[in-house]
Each structure stands twice: as structure tokens, then as C-alpha cells.
């Protein structure tokens, strides 16, 4: 029965991972036959300034849009899964971000934005006449902000869905026990949410560090190198500059990140010995 | 609820590896690789966009009169056709017949033998291209590609609107233009349009400023791979040039959010918010297109880049595309080869395709139009820049287009770099010297 899924998995993904791995002691423009070069391509790219660069600004990206995104979508989430007046009109909205594609949130964000014809020609508001993201000390905040106005209704959903199968006995509990809201968020639904806290986290951190399609459109890695990160860095060193030797390390050290990354995670938390809080479970 | 194994944690990590392998392949563009690539018979790929019809019309010709040998044709959007024509050409499968921009990816093909050498066999052709356009497609003196549609220089556009209100005297030398600049930021309005989010639009000011203070020779020396070519002092002093004219706030402050595609620095003039723009002949279809009445009622006006003063450069030299071309590959059938030269000598830029092209005011790559060009809709355009293109010295190719690839995107990079002010001129040129080895 896994036959199926594995031959799936190797095929789409190990194949060409392996593939990815061997290329990265290649060097190859894409023409001709490739040839081999060591570790020529590793060392070109640990000493490639743009690069380092490119790994700086994706852990950056990484740490703060886990800072952004994982508080809202924890409050949003919780209150979406409450029983308030107006909340299902409130959930959709929420939710709408997740409808729409990457490309044409990046397409529309990029009108919104535009100094010249955007918003603040609009609302002929000077104060959002700003150079979003043509300026290289905004740009990559801008991209945090329209990042998380993506995704943060996707980890929302996943705190909904872990706060409503909390049991309603505990709350009646910390009450009795004379608990306030505030008490009972930190007390109850925080520890109980543990599980939906690593999933969300991990694919938030994870996921971050893969953001290509977003970033691709609306800044396309600059102004300069401003949002150029590791994603954008590989594919533009190959298939603009058609050096498939350094572009292949870039992936590998995503992949290895990536793989770390889950992996830490999963030992840090404790999730590796899954065992439920939950009575009667 | 159960332990979870340790497999079902590395299932779980599983999601992140597909992920990055589908952001490799996103890469190849929407449409799976159908037709071209078969030796055994004729195919041709060719980009979306206005011309679309203008060669969908000429292959169609083809077909009509060759029904036994038709053409399979598929177009592309610009980019995902330049990422998938290499990984075509590179594993055998290339179209038989190349659309390329000649330069430096042209002569990669040649390395590579993967296109055929012409010499000889497109007389018919390169006896009505203009010369100096069918020169950009020879590789060491052969000719590998032949000019398959129109010729598109650089163009300084304004408009002549804001110019009478304001008093100022279109430009003509740098020192007329720094004026146009100071006079129009002292209006507050945007002196000169530029789309520093595309960034390959700040090339042509590095093209023409490097060609009017140190002539032509200056990136020849570059081209031809001389040691520290880039330490030409024509260069520094075109960086230097840049940056007097974002000092000046020539292009305003907010430059970085103007991107081409969408036409938005070309809006910025019709509007009214920005005086000039220097960009390819091309936008003259994107003003016709998107204000026609600005086009209709005169008030796009347009000239040559202006001269440097004292300058070594010739002020009639011209930078931009010369134009695109044709190459066929070599990985057709000697056969199918012949078929593919014929339809180059016999249909490619034929009367019907040099109409169809002058119709939506595109210039295209043939001798003798003096005569015909006046009387046309857009005659005042095409005459100008057909004279401009026919009477230049010297035809630059964009840079981006002539060094391999690898140099290209570290130049397209440093420069934005120094219109953003984050770099000196002289970190430039050492940036620049240090693709020369490679």
C-alpha cells in the first residue's frame, strides 16, 4: 500500500535531490556537457559576498516572520474559535487571503504599493506615498508585511481547529477555580495547543525559508540585493546567470537547513514522543 | 493518542523537500516542452506580444505554400522562453529555427556548436537588412543569425507639453540637459521617468553615457575580455555622470517602484507627473496603446541621447536592440536545415511582414524605407528613429545582451547598486574587473 507513494517520493523528490546534489560539483552553463569541478562551486559560494549575504537575509526573514505571524495567528485563531457575535463573518474575511494565489497577491500588492499610481494617488493619502518597495531599507519589511498577510490565515485555521477540540470541561474547571479570561488563555488553551504550536511553527519556519513566488514578483530580490534571499539567490545564479554548479549548492544548503530545522524542532518540543494532555485520551 | 515513530517524523519532514524541488522546476515556464525539438521536421518558437500575429501570419504563408513541410510553432513569454530555449538547445531538443538576440548567448550557441554557420546561404535576405543590423549577427566574421524583425534603438521620449510650459529647450547636450533637470525639479515635477525596479532600463544610461564620453571602443575593449577594461576612465565618469543626475533628483525619489512591464514609467509621462524617459523605441507602442490622444495631439516629442561635452563618442551613435534574429539549430536534419534557410530567404521580413510591423509603428530591420515612412500613420516616429538607426556610426547592442550571461547579471546588479547610492563608482569598476578573469 505505501509502494504507490514511495515510488511518487522518489521519483518527484529524491531523484532530483540526488540530481541536485551531484550537479554541485559540476560546472555547468546550461549548454554542453557538464563538467567536473570539485568542490569548486562550494568554495566560489561560501566566499561570494552576495551569497552571505542572501543567508543572512533569509534567517532574518525566517526569525521575523515567525515573530509576526505566530502571535496573530494564535490570537486570530482562538478568537475564531470562540462562540462571539459576528465571528463567522470575521472568519471569512480572515480567510480570504488563503483564495488567492501567490502570483496575484504579488501582483496586486505591487499595484497597491506603487508610489506613483497606488493607493496613495487613490486616497490621495501622502503618508502611504512611500517607496514600498524600491527603497532597500523598506523593501524587505514590506515583504514581511505582505508574507504574513498571506499565511497567517493558514496557521489561523490550524489554531482554530486546536483550540475547539479542547475540552470544554477544562474551561468549566478554571473557572471554578475562579480563573479569569486571561488566566485561562495562558493556563488552558496555551499548554493544550502544544501539538498545533510545533506544526505551525515548523511549517511557518520551514516554509520561510522556501518563500520564492511572493518575493520573485514583488521585488524580484532587489532593490539591489536587498531582498535577494537564498531561494531567489539559487534561482537567479541559475537560470539568469546559468551557473548550475553554485546554484545547486545554494539548494543543497537549503534542503540540509530545511531538514535541520524540522528535525531540531521536533526533538526541542518534544514531539518525537507525541503523548496527549487531554483527558481520557 | 500514540507515539508517533520515528518514520512518521521523517514523513513528516518529507513536505519540505518537495517543496524545494518544485520551486526548482517552477522555473520552466507554464507550457510543458510539446511540439519543437524534432530533428525530422520544422519547428520554431517565437515570444508573445504584439508581433505574435506578424510571425503567426508568416509561418502561416509558409504553410500555404509548403503544405508538406508545415511549421509547428509555440510562443513564449519573454523570460520563461529565455530559461527554456537553453535547457532545449543544451540537451538537443532546440527548435529548428533559434529566435536570439545575438551577443553574447549567440556566441555561447556558437561554442557549443549548436547553431549552423549561414555564411552564404541568406544572401537573399541580408541583401535588404540593413547592414550594420546583419553585422551583430556574425560570430568572428561568420554569420550565424539573420534579423528576423524590427530594429529598436533607444529613444530620449518627452513631452512637449510640459517642455513650452515650462520654457525649457528639449536637450541636446548634457549641459541642456542638467538644465531641463533643474528646471523641472524646481516645478516639482519628476524630470525624467526611469523603471529602476526593472533595472536593465538604468543600462542604457551606462550604454549611452560610456559611448558619448569615450566612444565605442571603450566596451569593445570590455567585450574582447582585456584585463581591467572596466578602469576605462569613460566608465567612471559615466558612473559619475549617474550619480550627478540622481543627486539632482533627476529621477525622482522614487524610481525604485517604477517597473517597465506594466509600462508605468511611460504612465508617469502621458500623465504628466515626469517630463522625459530614455527607453527603447518600443514604448512608442505602449504610449500609442495606452494614451492615444497624448501620441495624436503631438505631445510626445522625441530625440537622440545628448551629446557629452567634449566628448570622445560620436553623437549619432546609437544604443538599444538592433534586433532580434534568427538561428537555425544544428541539431536539425541537413534537410530539414535547407527548408529552414529557404523560409529565412524567402518569407522572413517579406513585404507582407515589413507592412505588418510598420502598421503598429515598429521599424523593421530593411533598407530603403526613406520613401515609404513619411506617409504612414506614425510617419514623424518612424522616420525619426529609422534615420537615427540608418545615419548612426555605430550600433551598440545592450550590454545585458552582449556579455555572457553571468557578467551581465553581476553589471545589472552593481548598477542598480550605484543609482540606489549604495555604491561608489570605484567599487563598480573592481566588481566589474573581477568578471573580466573568468
Not at chain 2, 195 to 207: C, D, F, N, R, T
Amino acid at each position: 500500500m505505501l509502494a504507490p507513494a514511495l515510488a511518487f517520493f522518489g521519483v518527484f523528490a529524491l531523484l532530483p535531490l540526488a540530481g541536485v546534489v551531484v550537479l554541485s560539483f559540476f560546472a555547468w552553463d546550461g549548454l554542453g556537457t557538464p563538467s567536473f569541478a570539485g568542490l569548486d562551486a562550494w568554495v566560489a559560494v561560501f566566499q561570494n559576498p552576495v551569497t552571505l549575504n542572501a543567508m543572512k537575509l533569509t534567517f532574518l526573514m525566517t526569525a521575523l516572520s515567525f515573530v509576526v505571524q505566530f502571535p496573530l495567528s494564535l490570537l486570530l485563531g482562538t478568537f475564531m474559535a470562540g462562540h462571539q457575535r459576528y465571528r463567522e463573518a470575521f472568519s471569512v474575511l480572515y480567510f480570504l487571503p488563503l483564495l488567492f494565489s501567490a502570483a496575484a497577491t504579488g501582483i496586486a500588492f505591487k499595484a497597491l504599493l506603487d508610489p506613483n499610481f497606488g493607493l496613495s494617488r487613490a486616497f490621495n493619502a501622502d503618508f502611504l506615498k512611500q517607496d514600498w518597495l524600491g527603497s532597500p531599507n523598506l523593501a524587505f519589511y514590506t515583504l514581511i508585511m505582505v508574507i504574513s498577510w498571506s499565511f497567517v490565515p493558514f496557521h489561523s485555521l490550524l489554531y482554530q481547529a486546536g483550540v475547539r477540540q479542547i475540552p470544554k470541561s477544562m474551561y468549566e474547571a478554571a473557572t471554578l477555580d475562579g480563573a479569569g479570561r486571561t488566566r485561562q488563555f495562558f493556563n488552558v488553551t496555551l499548554p493544550q495547543l502544544k501539538y498545533t504550536i510545533v506544526t505551525s511553527s515548523t511549517l511557518m519556519l520551514v516554509g520561510s525559508l522556501t518563500y520564492f513566488d511572493l518575493i520573485f514578483i514583488l521585488t524580484g530580490g532587489g532593490p539591489g540585493n536587498a531582498t535577494r534571499v537564498l531561494p531567489l539567490d539559487m534561482y537567479l545564479t541559475g537560470f539568469r546567470s546559468y551557473q548550475m554548479g553554485p546554484a545547486s549548492v545554494i539548494a543543497v544548503i537549503l534542503i540540509v537547513v530545511g531538514l535541520l530545522l524540522s528535525l531540531g524542532l521536533n526533538k526541542v518540543s518534544g514531539a518525537d514522543k507525541m503523548e496527549s494532555q487531554m483527558e481520557g485520551a | 493518542m500514540k507515539p508517533v515513530t520515528r518514520r512518521a517524523t521523517l514523513a513528516g519532514l518529507g513536505i519540505a523537500v518537495p517543496s524545494l524541488v518544485t520551486l526548482s522546476a517552477c522555473s520552466g515556464g507554464k507550457k510543458p516542452a510539446g511540439g519543437g525539438g524534432s530533428p525530422s521536421s520544422l519547428s520554431v518558437w517565437a515570444l508573445t506580444g504584439a508581433k505574435e500575429d506578424t510571425y503567426q501570419g508568416s509561418f502561416d504563408a509558409w504553410d500555404e505554400a509548403n503544405p508538406d513541410n508545415p511549421f509547428a510553432v509555440e510562443f513564449f513569454a519573454n523570460d520563461s522562453y529565455k530559461e527554456k530555449i537553453r535547457t532545449s538547445i543544451g540537451s538537443g531538443n532546440a527548435p529548428t529555427l533559434i529566435f536570439n538576440w545575438a551577443g553574447g548567448t549567440l556566441e555561447d550557441y556558437v561554442g557549443n556548436e549548436s547553431v549552423v554557420d549561414l555564411t552564404g546561404k541568406v544572401d537573399d535576405i541580408l541583401s535588404h537588412s540593413i547592414e550594420s543590423i546583419a553585422k551583430v549577427g556574425e560570430v568572428d566574421g561568420k554569420q550565424y543569425g539573420v534579423p528576423n524583425n524590427d530594429t529598436q534603438p533607444v529613444v530620449l521620449y518627452y513631452s512637449t507639453e510640459l517642455f513650452e510650459e515650462h520654457g525649457v529647450t528639449p536637450p541636446t547636450t548634457w549641459a541642456e540637459l542638467m538644465t531641463a533637470v533643474e528646471a523641472f525639479v524646481a516645478a516639482d515635477i519628476t524630470p525624467i521617468a526611469l523603471a529602476g525596479q526593472s533595472v536593465w532600463p538604468e543600462l542604457m544610461y551606462i550604454q549611452y553615457l560610456t559611448d558619448r564620453i569615450g566612444g565605442e571602443g571603450v566596451f569593445e575593449k570590455i567585450l574582447t575580455g582585456e584585463a581591467d577594461a572596466w578602469s576605462d576612465p569613460a566608465i567612471t565618469s559615466a558612473l559619475e555622470s549617474i550619480v550627478q543626475l540622481v543627486d539632482a533628483g533627476a529621477f525622482g525619489s522614487s524610481f525604485g517602484s517604477v517597473a517597465a512591464d506594466a509600462g508605468a514609467d511611460a504612465a508617469l509621462v502621458h500623465t504628466g507627473q515626469a517630463a522625459m524617459l530614455l527607453q527603447g523605441s518600443w514604448v512608442y507602442g505602449t504610449f500609442k496603446q495606452d494614451a492615444p490622444d497624448f501620441v495624436a495631439g503631438d505631445k510626445l516629442g522625441f530625440l537622440n541621447f545628448p551629446a557629452a561635452d567634449g566628448g570622445a563618442g560620436d553623437p549619432a551613435n546609437v544604443v538599444g536592440n538592433p534586433a532580434n534574429f534568427w538561428s537555425v539549430s544544428a541539431d536539425a536534419d541537413p534537410e530539414v536545415q535547407e527548408l529552414a534557410i529557404k523560409y529565412l530567404n524567402e518569407f522572413n521580413l517579406n513585404e507582407d511582414m515589413v507592412d505588418s510591423f510598420l502598421g503598429m509603428g515598429a521599424i523593421p530591420a530593411v533598407k530603403d524605407l526613406e520613401d515609404k515612412l513619411p506617409d504612414l500613420d506614425d510617419g514623424k516616429f518612424l522616420s525619426f528613429a529609422y534615420d537615427m538607426v540608418i545615419n548612426a556610426p555605430h550600433f551598440q547592442l545592450s550590454w545585458d545582451q552582449a556579455l555572457p550571461a553571468a557578467p551581465a547579471q553581476e553589471l545589472l546588479t552593481n548598477l542598480s547598486q550605484i543609482f540606489l547610492g549604495e555604491k561608489k563608482p570605484a567599487d563598480f569598476v573592481s566588481a566589474m574587473n573581477a568578471t573580466l578573469d573568468s
